[in-house]
């Protein structure tokens, strides 16, 4: 907090995630963290490569610099998730998996429906999930990275396109290959 006692301006990157803005929000305005170092700590729970930089502003202002993926990354504006080939999940706003529609099995594996989100997870990161599915809710449609262990238990990052569709919600997965990756 600055001496005046108002907050960092917050900066999130990329500013096309939405979702992650708002999740970056949310834990700033819970949590109040005084030095960027602490909502670095506090957003790894549910994205691991998050950085936070502080920058200076005229007066006694900061401004800290959220990355959510450890740095910036090319946008990629292509609608990717349009590729019928991609694996997708039908779920419910509690993160219950109903169905899994194509080839879930790459990244989580093949046994996930009836499942929550929540238990597919690293560790200590299950409440943040149902934080997020609540930001879905409210957004309606979310373009965000996420990174989980994989049904062999090594990680997995994915894109993910998630779109509130009536009582449930479908989720579109797209591995993350070594180009589009920060690090």
Excluded: K, N
């Amino acid at each position: 907090m600055t001496a005046e006692g108002l907050g960092p301006v917050l900066h999130t990157i990329p500013s096309t995630d939405a979702a992650f803005r708002e999740h970056v929000e949310r834990v700033a305005d819970r949590e109040r963290p005084r030095q960027a170092p602490e909502l670095e700590r506090r957003l790894r729970r549910l994205f691991p490569r998050v950085r936070v930089r502080e920058r200076s502003l005229s007066g006694e202002r900061v401004a800290w610099y959220i990355y959510r993926d450890g740095g910036w990354v090319p946008p990629d504006d292509a609608p990717w998730w349009v590729d019928a080939g991609l694996a997708r999940v039908r779920h419910d706003l509690d993160g219950l998996i109903l169905d899994a529609l194509r080839r879930p099995g790459q990244f989580l594996g093949d046994d996930i429906v009836g499942r929550h989100w929540q238990d597919l997870t690293t560790p200590g990161a299950a409440p943040r999930v149902a934080e997020f599915m609540a930001i879905i809710e409210q957004l309606g449609t979310v373009v965000s990275r996420f990174r989980m262990p994989s049904a062999s238990g090594s990680l997995v990052e994915f894109d993910s396109f998630t779109q509130v569709e009536g009582s449930s919600v479908v989720t579109i997965m797209r591995p993350l290959s070594r180009t589009r990756q920060t690090r």
